[in-house]
């Protein structure tokens, strides 16, 4: 009986020193997201207006005229970013992305993997360590992004993508990440980003006739690769607000559960206490009589 009790109050122990941890996590990680929350916030109505102006331009556009990185090719040769966290303790945030990443392969470049032809470059440690284990063709050059993440770092990403697409050896670049909502919701998505997509013009709609300043080839030129590395750079940061808004959640619920078992042990330690009494006291009164007799 004693034995029993001792490894209850061990195991008592054991999850208040993990609560402990879980708690301190949470706060760590909520104080994360305030800040990742506030870029976000900042970035993406910035991002949205200068997408909605490359679009516009490649869909009003004639001819080829300085528009390689909008020209739709045969999809032979697919490159997946795929955007993760490097640390897990985060729910099923890693997880889903992965699954997505998975899901987009199997039902849109089934073929083209069946030949080799789709390649993995992976933001953040998770990603690459499941695609690598797995044996899918993955690049490790801008894993580590998240140990320093700046706009530099993610631009160095987007003007590889560029260099690789214009070069053809990729024939269209998807992006795969979580855009953050709010600290307990992320949406899981797959996104063009080259080709740059087209704009489909409502019917009867009047096709937009821009004035450009400098000359369209040349501000085609400039305007592209710039919001191309602001596009990128908002999904590393709707990722990075995602990451700590999962694994406050998580901490929070891993929180709640250790008090769960908390009471649920507590009340077994005292059960096994009261029997512990109960013997004892029963073999006292026992002896008592047989002392009597």
């Known amino acids: 009986m004693a034995g029993q009790l001792k490894e209850v109050r061990n195991r008592i122990k054991s999850v208040q020193n993990t609560q402990q941890i879980t708690k301190a996590m949470k706060m760590v990680s909520a104080a994360k997201l305030r800040k990742a929350q506030e870029g976000i916030q900042q970035m993406r109505p910035y991002a949205k207006k200068l997408q909605e102006v490359l679009s516009n331009i490649v869909s009003s556009a004639d001819g080829d005229i300085g528009m390689s990185l909008a020209t739709e090719r045969p999809a032979e040769n697919i490159l997946l970013i795929v955007i993760t966290s490097d640390r897990g303790l985060c729910g099923a945030y890693n997880a889903n992305i992965i699954k997505l990443a998975k899901n987009a392969i199997a039902e849109k470049y089934a ?28 690049d490790a050059q801008f894993k580590d992004i998240f140990l320093n993440l700046n706009f530099e770092s993610v631009q160095a ?25 709010n600290a307990a919701t992320q949406r899981f998505v797959t996104e063009r980003f080259l080709p740059i997509p087209k704009i489909q013009a409502k019917e009867g709609a009047k096709k937009a006739d821009f004035i450009f300043e400098p000359l369209r080839e040349k501000l085609i030129a400039e ?25 406050m959640t998580a901490m929070d619920k891993a929180t709640e559960n250790a008090n769960e078992l908390l009471k649920t042990l507590k009340i077994s330690y005292n059960r ?22």
């Open 223 to 247: 305007l592209m690769p710039r919001i191309l590395n602001t596009q990128l750079y908002k999904a590393v940061l709707d990722a990075n607000a995602s990451e700590h808004g999962a694994r």
């Open 111 to 138: 073929s083209q993997a069946a030949k080799g032809k789709v390649e993995i470059w992976t933001i953040g440690k998770k990603g690459y360590e499941h695609f690598a284990k797995n044996r899918f063709k993955v």
């Open 272 to 293: 096994a206490r009261q029997a512990a009494i109960t013997t004892e006291l029963t073999e006292i009164v026992s002896g008592a009589a047989a002392l009597q007799g």
């Open 157 to 181: 990403a987007s003007q590889a993508a560029v260099k690789a697409f214009e070069a053809k050896q990729f024939d269209r670049v998807e992006l795969v990440y979580s855009e953050f909502k």
